[in-house]
């Protein structure tokens, strides 16, 4: 099964460090949402969709990359994001992410979260939250992830 990764990463790089370890596991190239066409994303079975969380929602690069994308006809998908807080139950920027996917045809198999080093505005006078982090642990929890991936998905080692 040919798989991509399709991450975007900004600020600290946590969520370029998750995707490679992903990427290491399942066999997948791990490009920004401005490397790759829609055209070229067409021709993968399995693409994962990675990114950092600013502002409660994922990066507008890696949003406006997907509302451009034609309807896929049943490729599967997976999601991951890094960030420097738990998703609020108030704003599920993952799970909106996801319906947006699906609404483009896209069965998304599983997701995955992790801290970041966060030194958004207010926490940037502080020194940032979560430094150190994603950590061993927390990269040691991807490759399960994607080891779970893979089985999902039939993907041979």
């Known amino acids: 099964m040919k798989t991509i990764i399709v991450c ?6 946590n ?17 920004d949402p ?17 990114s950092g969380v600013y502002g409660m929602n994922f990066y ?7 509302k451009t994308l034609p309807p896929a006809q049943r490729r599967k998908a997976f999601v991951f994001n890094t960030s420097g807080f738990p998703e609020p139950p108030f ?22 979260s992790c801290f970041g080093y966060d030194t958004w505005w ?4 502080v020194g940032g939250i979560r430094k150190g ?16 991936l893979r089985s999902k998905v039939d993907i041979a080692s």
């Open 15 to 31: 969520t370029k460090k998750v995707a490679d370890v992903i990427g290491e596991v399942l066999g997948a190239r791990v490009v």
């Open 91 to 112: 704003r599920r920027y993952r799970q909106k992410f996801v319906r947006r996917l699906e609404q483009k045809g896209y069965e998304v198999v599983d997701t995955f």
């Open 60 to 66: 507008r690069e890696l949003r406006k990359f997907v």
């Open 122 to 125: 207010p926490l940037m006078i």
């Open 34 to 50: 401005a490397e790759i066409t829609a055209a070229e994303l067409a021709t993968y079975d399995f693409v994962g969709f990675g």
């Open 8 to 13: 975007r990463s900004r600020s600290h790089g």
């Open 133 to 148: 982090q994603p950590n061993a642990a927390d990269l040691a929890g991807a490759r399960t992830f994607a080891e779970g």
